[in-house]
């Protein structure tokens, strides 16, 4: 094999080497925020679940709370000599009732609005890891094509060079000479200039 061959076909193998390599480099590093993305999505998860017991718990202490404050209100009015059933009694008791079950919703919303906002971030997180592996599938197509693409563009390079190489032998002692007159002579060039 010719030296210049083998410096065609080196450098194409090079190229395509380097292609794939850097298409599987890709691939990994896609792989590797892929599973970045899917750990944050189980962690979410897991905050999601967290915040909802803890929404639970509180708003259980928080009924739990309320119950002791009714009682308290109910035996406040007691002592004072109204009776319970009475209209200001009764308002009052009925307004402490109502804004104690306020509070109580109040905690559940915001546990659920807390562990909805973890959830909708597991799912972006799974869509992200979802998107980051065929982006990886991506690249690494994109590098065997590249390679596939540097050894077409080789083959192509070293026919080019053969053939170059090729006609370069067949017109040695031949080729186009001007002449005195109208047009181009063919033929051995060096019966004019020998």
Not at 60 to 71: F, T
Not at 113 to 124: I, K, N, P
């Amino acid at each position: 094999m010719d030296p210049f061959t083998a410096a065609i076909i080196g450098s194409t193998a090079l190229q395509a080497g380097g292609a794939i390599m850097q298409g599987n480099q890709q691939a990994a590093a896609y792989g590797q925020q892929a599973n970045a993305a899917e750990r944050n999505a189980k962690m979410s998860d897991i905050q999601a679940r967290q915040a909802y017991d803890a929404g639970l718990q509180n708003e259980l202490a928080q009924r739990r709370s309320a119950s002791k404050q009714q009682a308290d209100v109910r035996a406040s009015v007691a002592e004072s000599g109204f009776e319970s059933g009475s209209g200001t009694a009764m308002a009052i008791q009925e307004q402490s009732a109502r804004d104690l079950e306020m509070d109580a919703l109040q905690t559940r919303y915001q546990a659920l609005l807390q562990g909805q906002g973890f959830e909708q971030q597991a799912v972006m997180d799974r869509y992200a890891a979802k998107t980051l592996r065929q982006s990886g599938k991506n690249a690494r197509r994109a590098g065997y094509l590249s390679a596939a693409t540097s050894v077409l563009s080789g083959a192509a390079g070293y026919g080019l060079a053969t053939k170059a190489g090729a006609a370069s032998a067949a017109t040695r002692g031949g080729g186009l000479a001007a002449g005195g007159g109208v047009g181009l002579r063919v033929g051995n060039v060096n019966q004019y200039w020998g």
